[in-house]
């Protein structure tokens, strides 16, 4: 990887495409959308992100809405709204400080809760993180989009990989005495190819927060809510009853090793015993390596193509500088610039980068390959001569890149005091 | 992470340093290394990275070095060469094959091995991936730093590190039916920040070809080997005798967990049983759980480091483009470009964004954060307006980003037409 033509110097497309496209998501704004400021915390430039306008209290008991919003620090948030909750109780809030604690790569991190009447009504708000462009695995496996209106279920491999990614974030909320309670397709998001996050942990925790139901007891809820989820994708069935089905039957397709995971998340343990996830995973270890080596080799490739890229950031302050220097108003009539001044090779080199005509057709060259190799040879200040030409073609000056990048420090360096400014800022 | 301000624009120095040292790394080339071509094998500039000068041949029987190469085609890999080794058997290279199935990222690739004259003697070559700027665990662990002369030991999160990358690459190995045969501590490497691979793999099965050791025996022979590594790295003691040791004793630092899972690699199995490394992973479950859930973070924080570079190669095309159309000698007297034309706003811009004054005290204003707030917003073109004063300060227009940007992309086609290249190159 660490080897680099004129080809490999940008980003992959497709990479790229993804991240543009999470940055436009992140910068959008609708003007028109008609939701409050939300000016006591300090979030404003909310825009709604729910794809559907169904009021459904299904999964909380409340309608809820999710928005994007920028705080007054300039970071972006998800603010998740529960419609027309009355806070009966204080303490109910405080249980987010417990989720404060849960730091996993399968958790959309838990910032804050309160309560408001900015939107006219008495709303409950969670703030999570921001993760731009998320789909929740309901909108992604079980929207029709071939022209039957059917998907095909989900391959075994993309499934085990969510088991594993699901079980390690279960793991640290349950290592921190918690339950994750919401385990439904339509609050597991996808944040980047094959990557999942929890997205609505410690709604239930507060709203419910009367029910005071034993950790205990909603900790084996947690296994029986992830089997019936593995199993819905599985099977492609959103409304999955598990009360009386058989996993064989419905996972024919599958491995007997999903089955046998599957069935052991959904069958209940025998009181007073116990279920616990460090059993699970321990039994799905050889998944769990497979994971682990297909984000070792993830990395790897980020590394490389952040490798890449770092030049441009270089490269971005190198055209600035000389920009900055070459051919400024006030230097008309300075001696240094003019034609027997030691500034002169600058201009005669930037004609030679940028202005180059090919000596047989007389065409200008528009050579990206060549900017990028004399610009990192200016920087390097190599011992290479080059022969700069002057304008009108009937003189030349034999120079090497060291003695370029000599003159190019020299006249920043003037600039700069001129400027009033310290040194090295660049 | 998804909103920037100008401070976050580029990377964190830190990574940035690293990635910069092993693009440095990379491309260093030693004139006078007195080192061979292979020409037959396309591979030149050879480049030694051995540290030390010992001819050493305890690990595989005779004398090895470590070059850095690069081929014909431009990239680097790394040469192993074995000082006086004859080929006796044609069959012992085609074992190569098999490796280059082993895709894990806890093990160096294997590219290819080959017998050759070029260094004066008989020589037998394992070429392998190349990475920039490694350290070998016992360069890392054993050298002596401290005023003292001591290292510390490693301590156990580090350790469980390593134990499952080095499973994790173990069972990739035994499951292309091949074995590591050479897990000494000199020949493990650390290629980032406690990522390590396993760096000379299918040496000793080229060079104990004849011996035919039946697999079964030197894949327990790995777990063994395994342990010892863990176990000196642990007591912080390059030559142990596995024979009588203590390993409670030895490890009395570290929590029962390690103690027990470095035993059971130590603690032959009852013949005719035999140990499998999927009992181990499972075994270790809960710290692959911990080591798959810190390489999710670093995959993110590698994305959003990734996401803040991106701008810059945009930034460099369009630097590049401005600089191929201001200023060239041949639009000279071009009425477009004469006070009258609408190419005239592009030239004013250019002094806007680079030459601009203070209006206060007249001094030159370097701000990059201003390019870069204007080359962005000329990218996208935006309705807002600025007001371009005239190189005499007498005469000013005001005009939108998306008129300028009009005119930016007028002239680049009019030049690209000219210089009759075809367009959406950049
Ligand atoms: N932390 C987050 N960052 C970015 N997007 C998110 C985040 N959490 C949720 N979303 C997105 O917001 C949208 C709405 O989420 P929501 O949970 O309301 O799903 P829904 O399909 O509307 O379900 P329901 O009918 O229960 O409201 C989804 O597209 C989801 O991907
Ligand atoms: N694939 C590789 N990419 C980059 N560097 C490597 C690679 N393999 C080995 N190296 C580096 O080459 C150097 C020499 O490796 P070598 O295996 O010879 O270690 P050593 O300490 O010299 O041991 P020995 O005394 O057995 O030769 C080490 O610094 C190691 O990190
Ligand atoms: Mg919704
Ligand atoms: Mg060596």
């Not at 007054?72 to 529960?82: H, N, P």
């Not at 809030?93 to 991190?109: P, T």
């Not at 290592?175 to 997205?199: M, P, Q, W, Y």
């Amino acid at each position: 990887p660490y080897q680099r033509t004129v080809h490999d110097f940008f980003i992959s497309n497709e990479l790229r495409e993804e991240l543009q496209k999470k940055s436009e998501a992140t910068r959008q704004v609708m003007p028109t959308a008609g939701l409050p400021r939300l000016d006591r915390e300090k979030f404003h430039s909310l825009v709604p992100l729910d794809t559907n306008n169904n009021k459904s209290a299904a999964v909380f008991g409340f309608p809820s809405w999710v928005y994007k919003a920028q705080k007054e620090d300039g970071k972006y948030y998800v603010l998740r709204r529960l419609e027309g909750f009355r806070l009966s109780n204080a303490g109910a809030i405080a249980k987010i400080k417990e989720w404060k604690h849960v730091y996993n790569g399968g958790v959309v991190s838990v910032v804050n809760a309160f309560t408001t009447q900015a939107f006219g009504d008495s709303s409950l708000i969670f703030v999570y993180n921001y993760h731009p462009m998320s789909k929740t695995l309901a909108e992604y496996h079980f929207a029709p989009t071939n022209r039957y209106g059917h998907r095909a279920p989900a391959n075994e491999q993309v499934l085990w990989s969510y088991v594993v990614q699901i079980a390690s974030a279960i793991k640290a909320v349950h290592g921190n005495h918690l339950a994750v309670r919401c385990l439904d397709a339509s609050k597991v998001i996808l944040t980047e190819k094959n990557r999942v996050r929890l997205s609505a942990c410690a709604v239930l925790d507060v709203v419910q927060f009367e029910a005071n139901r034993p950790m205990q007891e909603l900790q084996q809820e947690d296994f029986l809510l992830f089997g019936r989820l593995m199993l819905s994708l599985a099977s492609n069935n959103p409304h999955i009853i598990t009360a009386k089905i058989s996993v064989d039957g419905l996972l024919r397709a599958y491995t007997p090793d999903f089955r046998s995971a599957i069935s052991w998340l959904l069958t209940p343990a025998h009181i007073p015993g116990s279920k616990n996830i460090t059993d699970f995973l321990a039994s799905i270890s050889s998944h769990l390596v497979t994971s682990y080596d297909m984000v070792l080799h993830a990395e790897d490739a980020l590394r490389t193509d952040l490798y890449r890229e770092l030049e441009n950031g270089r490269l971005v302050r190198l055209l600035t500088k000389l920009d900055f220097i070459n051919e400024r108003p006030e230097y008309e009539g300075d001696m240094k610039w003019s034609e027997y001044g030691e500034r002169y090779i600058l201009k005669l080199f930037r004609d030679y980068v940028f202005h180059a005509i090919d000596a047989e057709t007389r065409r200008p060259k528009l050579d990206l390959g060549h900017v990028l190799v004399c610009l990192n040879k200016l920087d390097a200040g190599t011992n290479e001569q080059i022969r700069l030409d002057s304008q009108d073609g009937v003189s030349s000056i034999i120079v090497t890149y060291k003695e370029l990048k000599k003159q190019a420090i020299l006249a920043f360096a003037d600039l700069e005091k001129r400027a009033g400014a310290k040194g090295g800022r660049y």
